[in-house]
């Protein structure tokens, strides 16, 4: 196997070998089919964190940590670099030549821009876009960071007049230059869309693509004015709580036109699709009713939508949050936050998930990323900076944890307080290797971690 | 498994010129080498035809990768060829990423077998096709660095372990779709490159060459996006929003109506407790509106409104209001970029909140009480619900500087931040005679532009001060009856002879602060959390992610004397249909809620205001009383509105990319 295939395995392989040009999802597994994939052994973790008042320098903060268990530095945090400002630092995307990681803050709407390939252990802050609500004619709350071929498509999750739900997608190319908005479709404007049912909201949050149905699809979260305030006064907020999204909307990917809008209501979050070549599908997780649905194209190539299992209790606000699809389409991880409990679906009939795990990670829990084969999953603990919990025993509030994963069950290997290292509030990870970034000098210390299925 | 490229396409293509490719940057030249080893450069190449672009080595293994893009190439290079409207109308170009290697001969050889003509063309066509599909490569790796960069191309050369060059490169797939006018179009990476959906780009972008198309006009989506892009206060020009023509592109047959009025929240949740709520959502792009007369507006204010009391030192000028109205709009006025006055007073609902029973102020930060509306706030002489300021000129600095509200650390950072803005340059001294940006010029500005939201003229006005007897329907009148009788809200909500504040301007303790001091979290709470749907919350679930509840005194904070614990300022009921939810701390919901909490005499306790007790009222009066109060919404409340669409929103923008900070 010559380098070429085992990066563009990385490339390709991974993706094309597998299950030509799959979905996409938080991590390795599935993240934006159009990139490197490490299918290997990754050496670092990057954690986008949030700064939190009280804790070391209290700002946002790019965190490495090295995950390769032969290096010296195995389990440390290797390079922490404070971007300023706490800005609800939350999701982070590579660009799809992978050099790059975006990482954006749902507050000030601030997208950092990080090099990753220069030196992958110690990332440095290449730009700052701090003009983004205005260049893209009013979104806020950049989220979702998606590579597409040559550019990035973010998600918002807010606005600039009202900080309601109401919000689009920004374009902008690799090199951080805004491209185009495209606003979700509303009952005024429905841009060519057929309502599937009662709304049509304008709402977003998560955006992933099938290419090969040439199918984008968004969900819907909620407004500046309740992803940023205190959970509890919120809940206390009859108001507020009806501020919520209830759809998906499937999109013409090459186009970029919303074709059809799903009733999914409760808040879909995640967006998960899978990776076979004729599964056509894709799980979301509701937060408020707390149930998994199925988005899928039909026999007659009809996008639909439907309720298909509880996650935990309602009544207790398990709220589930990240999620992750195994490289097979056999296993689906769904972590709900309020328990901190990541839980196993078997997905191998979608229309039927069954959890046939669950495990206690800590008093929270919400972001997880596992690797190509399934075998190491990290956690990250943080939600948003006001719904997360500020108490609990030390090292299980604010943490990263990674696990081994051997079918059956996750084993520990090594956990970072987050607190106790005075970093902050962990959120989305993303893998990063040396190999990806050929020199000679990297080749040699780390050809052999990387490895075609 | 094979990328798509090599096989027919698994859907439709979309119809070629039905959508956007919105320019991606611009095509950038640089020197380059022809098959022949003619030197020449991209831009040469371009022409003034459309251009792909793709980055190849000849020795390249991986199907996915260059003999993808090579083979997607031929394929089109022979529908264009065989397209009598395409065929001398596109350039195609193959260009190394390895020049060590693949010298102008070894390109010469690569494209020999697959540029060739078609038998069936006839010669003029072919020798003009075999010239559309060029080979190209540069003098050294040095020469194409640049090209790389500025085309986005990374690539790497592989090494073995031992630190040697396997003569292989990995390199993320691109193909590059370059308009006439030398601008990135498209780019194509392995899940994207196929002939059908390139071909269909390449007429869409050819398209545009045509003469205008039959529909005259109507801006897309798009469109509007990039018009707010520019948007600056010359947008303050545009033609109001309900004269705008309707977008051909939506099928509005499916969609519910959309309420004509301007007020509301844009998402209207109206009817949301209902398994039957449907959405009836509006679209940004048409929140646009148009500018009103405001100084004359305040000069004569409407029907049943006295005269505008207006401070002796701030007297009101068209400058000023239109700065005022600028800094009421710009969320550049808070500590992060992030909260303006009107994010909390929200135009079209009611300058108030309708999303929120208390307010939510920077980083997310706790507001105790809900937003009050700015209509007519000009007249109230106490301000914020304690009634703790007198003047607007000096209330405006207490949200500027509340640490949850605006954020602001200080006077001074608020005056520095004004003076550092482009775009206020020289407005502070064209309304306060040459003076700046200070303490005094910005409250006066602010205050000059909320004074001016006067809004009356209401159904109400037209028939008590208007002699317009059929102006108020029968239940308004009789719940005006109410209003002034049995209901005692008068008592408050004063109404005079000539005109009605609907205020005393003084502070009252109905209960509500009381109960909400004196009733600890219950065990369970109902919780909407979807349409129709509510959950019954067991609260000790979340506590662990809630902030200790802090009590709301009233005006007793203020005062400091027990007298006048859980005191609030009495608001106008002027447009009360619109700024729903209800009291200090929005915690009745609709008109109905709170004529039933008086109905029911309040929350008796020691220091209720006697005023309050049990009314006896019945479900009809209470109908009526709910009509009267849905009277007094003022007939230019769109015309304000409108107004307030029309303010550009102030956001960071003038430095695109920030310099990082030194490590």
């Known amino acids: 196997m010559s380098n070429w295939v085992s990066r563009v395995v990385a490339v390709g392989m991974a993706f094309f070998g597998l299950s030509l040009l799959g979905a996409a999802s938080a991590d390795e597994t599935c993240m934006s089919p159009y990139m490197a994939k490490i299918v290997g052994q990754e050496d670092f973790v990057y954690v986008w964190t949030l700064g939190a008042e009280g804790i070391g320098d209290e700002q946002d903060k790019l965190v490495t940590i090295d995950v390769n268990p032969d290096s010296k530095q195995y389990g440390k945090v290797v390079a922490s670099l404070s971007v300023g400002g706490r800005n609800e630092a939350h999701h982070s995307g590579l660009t799809d030549d992978r050099r790059y990681l975006w990482a954006s803050g749902l507050d000030t709407n601030k997208i950092f821009i990080f090099d990753i390939h220069t030196n992958p252990a110690k990332p440095t802050l290449d730009k700052t876009i701090d003009d983004f609500v205005k260049t893209s004619g009013g979104v806020v709350g950049p989220h979702t960071n998606y590579a597409l071929p040559g550019r990035m498509m973010l998600t918002g999750l807010s606005n600039n007049k009202d900080h309601g739900g109401r919000t689009g997608l920004v374009e902008y190319t690799n090199n951080g230059t805004y491209i185009t908005t495209h606003w979700m479709p509303t009952d005024e404007d429905l841009g060519g869309a057929t309502k599937s049912g009662k709304f049509a909201d304008g709402y977003g949050y998560d955006f992933r693509v099938l290419p090969r149905r040439n199918a984008m699809l968004t969900s819907s979260f909620t407004g500046w004015n309740n992803y940023m305030m205190n959970l509890g006064k919120m809940m206390g907020d009859g108001e507020a709580m009806k501020r919520f999204g209830n759809t998906m909307v499937v999109w013409d990917l090459h186009t970029r036109k919303p074709k059809r809008i799903l009733d999914v209501p409760g808040a879909p979050l995640e967006i998960r699709c899978a990776w076979g070549p004729h599964n056509n599908y894709c799980f979301t997780a509701t937060a408020l009713t707390s149930k998994l649905w199925l988005a899928y ?9 439907k309720e298909i299992a509880d996650i935990a209790d309602a009544s207790k606000v398990p709220l589930p949050v990240d999620m992750s699809i195994t490289a097979d389409d056999q296993l689906l991880w769904v972590n709900t ?12 009939n979608p229309h039927e998930p069954k959890e046939i795990y669950t495990e206690k990670i800590g008093e929270q829990l919400n972001m997880l990323s596992q690797s190509w084969d399934g075998k190491r999953v990290y956690y990250t603990s943080s939600l948003l900076a006001n719904w997360d919990k500020t108490d609990g025993p030390d090292g299980d509030v604010q943490f990263f944890k990674a696990f081994t994963f051997d079918g059956k069950k996750l084993t520990p290997t090594f956990a970072i307080d987050f607190t106790a290292e005075n970093l902050g509030s962990p959120h989305q990870m993303r893998f990063g290797a040396r190999a990806l970034y050929s020199t000679a000098a990297a080749a040699s210390e780390s050809a052999s971690r990387l490895a075609a299925r | ?109 690569y494209g020999a077998a697959l540029a060739a003509p078609l038998e069936n063309t006839s010669d003029d066509a072919a020798s003009s096709a075999a010239g559309s599909w060029r080979f190209l490569t540069t003098a050294s790796e040095e020469a194409l660095a640049p090209i790389l960069a500025a085309y986005d191309q990374a690539i790497s050369k592989d090494y073995d372990r031992t630190g040697a060059y ?8 691109r193909v590059i779709l370059i308009d006439r006018s030398r601008r990135i179009r498209n780019i194509y990476s392995v899940s994207f490159l196929h002939a059908d959906t390139v071909l269909t780009d390449l007429r869409t972008i050819l398209a545009e060459d045509d003469p205008p198309a ?31 023509a309707p977008d051909s592109g939506g099928t509005p047959s499916a969609a519910n109506a959309v309420p004509s009025s301007l007020q509301g929240a844009g998402d209207h949740k109206a009817g949301y407790e209902s398994r039957g709520y449907e959405t009836r959502s509006r679209d940004l792009t048409r929140r646009q509106g148009a500018t009103t007369d405001l100084l004359a507006l305040a000069g004569r204010p409407p029907r049943g409104l006295p005269a505008v009391p207006v401070p002796d030192d701030n ?74 300021e007198q003047t607007l000129e000096q209330q405006i600095w207490g949200p500027l500087l509340a640490v949850n509200e605006m954020g602001n650390p200080s006077v001074g950072h608020v005056i520095e931040t004004l003076r550092g803005l482009e775009d206020y340059d020289g407005r502070f001294e064209a309304a306060f005679a040459g003076d700046g940006p200070s303490m005094l010029t910005i409250g006066a500005a602010i205050a000059s532009y909320e004074r001016t939201l006067v809004s009356a003229d209401t159904p109400f006005d037209r028939w008590r001060f208007g002699d317009d007897a059929d102006a108020l329907g029968p239940a308004a009148r009789r719940g005006f009856q109410l209003f002034v009788g049995k209901g005692r809200c008068a008592s408050c909500h004063t109404i005079a002879e000539t005109h009605a504040l609907f205020t005393d301007g003084a502070l009252h303790n109905t209960g509500i602060g009381y109960r909400a001091s004196m009733t600890t979290e219950p065990a369970t709470r109902r919780v909407q959390v979807a349409p129709g749907v509510t959950l019954d919350v067991d609260t000790a679930s979340y506590a662990a992610a809630s902030e200790p509840r802090s009590s709301d005194l009233g005006r007793y904070e203020i005062t400091q004397n027990p007298a006048d614990r859980w005191q609030y300022r ?25 004529i039933e909490f008086y109905d029911a005499g309040g929350v008796p306790h020691e220091v209720l205001d006697p005023r309050i007790q049990p009314l006896g009222l019945d479900a009809p009066a209470i109908d009526d009383l709910v009509a009267f109060l849905e009277s007094l919404t003022g007939a230019n409340v769109d015309t304000l509105v409108a107004d307030a669409f029309a303010a550009p929103v102030g956001d960071v923008g003038a430095a695109a990319i920030l310099v990082p900070p030194s490590p």
Request: proline share 7%; hydrophobic share 35%.
């Open chain 2, 214 to 244: 039959k529909d005259g006009g109507a801006k897309t989506r798009h469109a509007r996006a990039r018009d707010d892009t520019r948007s600056t206060d010359n947008r303050e020009t545009r033609v109001a929003h309900a004269a705008e």
């Open chain 2, 570 to 594: 009495t608001p106008t009921l002027r447009n009360v249909a619109l700024t729903a939810p209800y009291m200090h701390d929005g915690s009745l919901a609709t008109l109905r809620d709170v």
């Open chain 1, 297 to 305: 194209e039909d026999d007659n190539g009809t996008w639909q939508a």
């Open chain 2, 166 to 173: 396997l003569g292989t490169m990995s390199h993320v797939l």
């Open chain 2, 1 to 109: 498994m094979l990328a798509p490229g090599w096989s027919p396409l698994t859907f439709e293509p979309p119809v070629p010129g039905t959508y956007e490719l919105p320019p991606l940057g611009t095509a950038a030249d640089a020197p380059i080498l022809t098959s022949d080893g003619t030197a020449t450069t991209l831009h040469a190449l371009y022409g003034d035809r459309p251009a792909l672009l793709s980055f190849v080595y000849t020795t390249c293994p991986d199907v996915n990768g260059c003999p993808l893009a090579t083979a997607v190439l031929a394929k089109l290079h022979r529908r264009l060829q065989r397209d009598h409207a395409l065929r001398d109308r596109v350039t195609l170009l193959s260009l190394s990423i390895d020049p060590a290697r693949d010298t102008p001969a070894v390109m010469r050889q």
């Open chain 1, 337 to 348: 936050w309020n328990d901190g409990t990541t839980r196993l679906f078997d997905i191998s």
């Open chain 2, 315 to 388: 007297p009101l000028t068209a400058t000023k209001i239109a700065l005022g109205r600028k800094l009421f709009f710009d969320r550049r006025l808070s500590l992060n970029d992030t909260v303006s006055c009107a994010m909390c007073h929200v135009p079209e609902q009611g300058f108030a909140n309708n999303e929120l029973q208390t307010a939510v102020g920077i980083e997310g930060r706790t507001v105790r009480r809900n937003a009050p509306t700015i209509y007519n706030v000009g007249y109230l002489p106490r301000l914020f619900h304690d009634g703790r």
